[in-house]
Structures are given as structure tokens and as C-alpha cells.
T-cell receptor, first 115, second 116 residues
Framework: AQKVTQAQTEISVVEKEDVTLDCVYE???????LFWYKQPPSGELVFLIR??????QNEISGRYSWNFQKSTSSFNFTITASQVVDSAVYFC????????????FGTGTRLKVLA | EAGVAQSPRYKIIEKRQSVAFWCNPI?????LYWYQQILGQGPKLLIQ????????DSQLPKDRFSAERLKGVDSTLKIQPAKLEDSAVYLC??????????????FGPGTRLTVT
């Protein structure tokens, strides 16, 4: 069965520190997609990145970077030089393109960046 | 481009009352999703529409929840009668019809429901 685990419930860091959010997934399919979303206090889920199972290249976007490792079924998210505006709940999600494309979300990691 | 719109943003009702939520997806998006997000948890899919047909409603409590998407655009989610455990944020999302690289879902701001 599909499953996404975000073991870190809450993380607090001081501004400018680097922080890594962990995501471990389970799936039997060879083709799947992984996502990260940010949920600020306003409540709206904001799309950050999509990664397909055939592309293990790490990706960097500004202060954000993602490390996808199929060998450990992990898709970790690192924020470099964190800022107060990064404070939010971050969700990792898994989707299989066959069938309904529905997402399975993890339970989220609440990141607090302190000034 | 306008995002996913939802209303109302907040709703407080008593148990056993009924409530309805409205969602307007991004223009041209064929797929529409309703999620329930209980405090401290990730969103859970309730129902998925492709145009105006239901693709997946396996986790929708059909004895009290119903949803429709008339004309393949707007959608309404209804709860009747509400229970205390229905207190949650109800999120609507949409995505384009499956294409070569369009699997992201775009979310609305949600409706926060409190059942007392």
C-alpha cells in the first residue's frame, strides 16, 4: 500500500540556519510522482516541486533543494539560510499516474523559524 | 490566472445541522478534488471528479456527505447531518486533464468548519 511518512512533527530553527525536512515513502509501483507543498498560516497549500520516479537528479531552486534517493525511498527537502517567512507546515505527497492520480499525503512537518 | 476559489472561508454550525461548501476551480481544469484536513493531519481525499463524473469517492462517508459538479465546473460539497468529528478544513483542488507534465494539484484557501 502507498504510504508517506514525515517523522518530524515540528522543527524550530533560528533564522539563517539550514534545515532539512525528511520524507520517506512506500509504493509498489515503479512509476510514481513525489511532491512537496507548503501550507502557511493562511491555510492554502502551495506547490513547491514535483519529481518523477525516473529522475533522481537533485534539484535546487534558490534557497530550496531536494534530495531524491530511490535506494532509501526518501525525498528530503532542505532550506538553506532559513527565513521567518519559511515558517509553515510542509507536506510531502505521493501520487501514482495510473488510475486516479490521487495524492497520499504525509502528516506534515511544522517548521518554525525564529528571528 | 485566477486560483481556486472557495466559500465560505469559515463556518460554525451545531451538530446535526447541514452545511454546504462551494468551489470554483481554475479555468479549464478538468479534474477537481475535495479533501478533508483534520487539525494536525495531512489532507485526506474525499472525492475526485473528472469533468462532471466521479472518479474516486471511496473515502467519502456517503451516509452524510454528498458532492456534485454540475456542468463540469463548480462543485458543491454538502454534509447532512454534521457530527462533531467533521470539524476540519475542507480543501478544494484542481488540476488540468492529464498531460505530459501536468500532475500538480492547485489548492484553494479552504473552508474551516467547526461543529459544536
Amino acid at each position: 500500500a502507498q504510504k508517506v511518512t514525515q517523522a518530524q512533527t515540528e522543527i524550530s530553527v533560528v533564522e539563517k540556519e539550514d534545515v532539512t525536512l525528511d520524507c520517506v515513502y512506500e509504493t509498489r509501483d515503479t512509476t510514481y510522482y513525489l511532491f512537496w507543498y507548503k501550507q502557511p498560516p493562511s491555510g492554502e497549500l502551495v506547490f513547491l516541486i514535483r519529481r518523477n520516479s525516473f529522475d533522481e537528479q537533485n534539484e535546487i531552486s534558490g534557497r530550496y533543494s531536494w534530495n531524491f534517493q530511490k535506494s532509501t525511498s526518501s525525498f528530503n527537502f532542505t532550506i538553506t539560510a532559513s527565513q521567518v517567512v519559511d515558517s509553515a507546515v510542509y507536506f510531502c505527497a505521493l501520487s501514482e499516474p495510473s488510475g486516479t492520480y490521487k495524492y497520499i499525503f504525509g502528516t506534515g512537518t511544522r517548521l518554525k523559524v525564529l528571528a | 490566472e485566477a486560483g481556486v476559489a472557495q466559500s465560505p472561508r469559515y463556518k460554525i454550525i451545531e451538530k446535526r445541522q447541514s452545511v454546504a461548501f462551494w468551489c470554483n476551480p481554475i479555468s479549464g481544469h478538468a479534474t477537481l478534488y475535495w479533501y478533508q484536513q483534520i487539525l494536525g493531519q495531512g489532507p485526506k481525499l474525499l472525492i475526485q471528479f473528472q469533468n462532471n463524473g466521479v472518479v474516486d469517492d471511496s473515502q467519502l462517508p456517503k451516509d452524510r456527505f454528498s458532492a456534485e459538479r454540475l456542468k463540469g465546473v463548480d462543485s458543491t460539497l454538502k454534509i447532512q447531518p454534521a457530527k462533531l468529528e467533521d470539524s476540519a478544513v475542507y480543501l478544494c483542488a484542481s488540476s488540468p486533464l492529464r498531460g505530459t507534465s501536468t500532475y500538480e494539484q492547485y489548492f484553494g484557501p479552504g473552508t474551516r468548519l467547526t461543529v459544536t
